[in-house]
């Protein structure tokens, strides 16, 4: 390793890790709300209008996730009892209010995830990026109700910076790093790292890979199954990022909501939220 951000750590020489109720998996929903600017390229469909602005084929298709997606999945986060980490853009809180009021009503986990998900976050200087993540947290704990715990960055970026001025901020853990199945602490006081995951991500899934249906619940369900034999030993955390509009879409929704009520079907779960994962972890 060359870089000092956190330490190698073989998961076969650590203690046992032990979650509530002798659960062998953590399991939390990652829900991506996220706001797009209109002349800005982002994720998207398909690249044929991508440098185009405005580009209503793309942008179109990323706003049906806060416009019809997002209130579809609220229908089905009901229905399985299930409540979601969420990843928010400050700039939802201003744009989709209705959005962030189900979410208080539901007691929803709410997360820092950068002002809008248009700008990536890096290339910022010291002072620059201190106001920036000022004004981010400052505008979704007073949305929200409460000041966000955890980071996700847009686009899962950071400056070697963040995690430090995150601490400041009074945050505590990142979800940036996708390398692990277990939380892990940082060289930062006090910050840790929980698991993500770039592999169950609907954007590397369904848009990335194309996987039917089928194949995605196939996809998740087996991450579950060795997750689940790995717990055994140790304690295991496993993420479902999701974005509703991708998910969300009619021809998806229905495998999203197999997934979920075979997750809460399953001996050896809990399902919890980001928040409580590292709440445990650094309690413990």
Known sequence: ?????????????????????????????????????????????????????????????????????????????????????????????????????????????????????STLHTGFGGDEERAYLTEMVQTIASATGSAPRGWLGPAMTETFDTPRLLAELGLTYVLDWCNDDQPFPLSVDGMIAVPYSVELNDITLCVGRNLSGEAYVRWVIDTLDQLLADGESTGRVMALPIHPFVINQPSRHRYLARVLEEVAARDGVWVTTSDEIARHYLSA
């Open 1 to 117: 390793m060359n870089h000092d951000l956190y330490a190698y750590s073989p998961i076969v020489e650590r203690p046992r890790l032990q979650w509530p109720g002798g659960a062998r998996v953590a399991f939390y929903i990652g829900l991506n709300i996220e706001h797009y600017h209109v002349d800005k390229p982002a994720t998207s469909a398909t690249p044929t209008t991508v440098g185009l602005v405005p580009d209503p084929m793309n942008y179109g298709w990323r706003d049906y996730g806060v416009r019809v997606g997002i209130w579809r999945l609220i229908e089905l986060l009901d229905r399985v009892g299930m409540v979601p980490s969420v990843m928010l853009n400050s700039e939802v809180c201003h744009h989709y209010p209705q959005i962030v009021q189900a979410g208080r009503d539901r007691g929803w986990a709410w997360l820092a995830h950068g002002q809008n998900n």
